[in-house]
């Protein structure tokens, strides 16, 4: 197997590369004067299993992965697998009003029929792969952050909202703690109110789990609440960390550490999730 990387996942992709002591395959970039891209695989890839990792975050990414998956069936490989660490557009996966899009439809039917299996690390919401089921697997790292909490033994592992429910559970079974849920309700696109709970959290350790960081007002929020609930320790824990705004800042002052997994690099991104991945993805 062999590893194409997307235009921003050159970090994922030589840990993955590492784990699987596999070939990462250079790619030529550059834009043309009115700012279109360009890209050339270079190496020969006929016969050749690839792995071509890439996320829909941004908008340059997409268009860079619909040009890498045409390339590299321009070069005959035996097969292609396509790995999104972070599936971008996933929360747009259905018309909430008139005239909007399926983005996350729109994007699959876009790259999905150019490879032969795809593989997507804790998509927002499964319903945006559903349209796709017989060819795109969700992959699961809780394995990857309970190593990453071995050594440390919090009284509860805390999600946000219901929606992490599942998550939060498996990871405080594998700890071998308690769990909890806090009930989110959105009032608006920037505001939601928490709740916590009846529970004795004072002096407790929690580990503040979430899928997905973004602006960080969830997470931030959430922390003030256990803050006050007398929780002694926060240790704040995504899969996708976005950071935006420089998020974390905010999310500092409440909290003793932030982690979030290398699906999008950042300085905070200390859970390398390659090994547990490549395991699944070659079941």
Not at 6 to 23: F, K, L, N, P, V
Not at 132 to 139: I, T
Not at 223 to 252: A, P
Request: with cysteine; glycine share 6%.
């Amino acid at each position: 197997m062999k590893i194409v990387p997307g235009i921003y996942a050159s970090a994922i992709s030589a840990d993955i590369s590492r784990t699987a002591s596999s070939e990462i395959v250079n790619v030529s970039r550059s834009r043309f004067p009115d700012g279109e891209m360009y890209l050339r695989i270079d190496s020969d890839l006929k016969g050749e299993d690839l792995l071509v990792v890439s996320n829909t975050r941004k908008d340059d990414e997409i268009i860079d992965l619909m040009l890498l998956l045409d390339a590299c069936r321009g070069r005959n490989p035996g097969s292609i697998t396509l790995l999104i660490p972070f599936f971008g557009y996933a929360r747009q996966h259905m018309r909430y009003r008139e005239g909007e899009p399926i983005s996350s439809s729109a994007i699959g039917r876009a790259i999905f029929p150019q490879v032969d299996r795809a593989f997507i690390v804790e998509v927002h919401d499964n319903r945006a792969i559903e349209p796709f089921a017989s060819k795109v697997k969700n992959l699961m790292v809780e394995d990857s952050i309970v190593k990453h909490l071995s050594g440390s033994k919090p009284d509860y592992v805390v999600s946000p909202d219901d929606g992490g429910e599942e998550r939060a559970k498996a990871i405080s079974g594998l700890l071998g703690t308690k769990y909890l849920i806090m009930e989110k309700k959105r009032i608006d696109s920037r505001t939601v109110e928490i709740e916590v709970p009846d529970a004795d959290l004072r002096n407790k350790s929690v580990v503040l789990i979430d899928d997905m960081i973004s602006t960080g007002g969830t997470i931030v929020k959430a922390c003030s609440i256990l803050r006050k609930k007398g929780v002694s320790e926060i240790h704040v824990v995504t899969i996708h960390g976005l950071f935006l705004n420089e998020s974390f800042r905010h999310i500092s002052e409440y909290a003793d550490s932030i982690s979030a997994t290398n699906t999008i690099w950042s300085p905070y991104s200390k859970i390398d999730i390659s090994a547990e991945i490549y395991h699944q993805m070659g079941k």
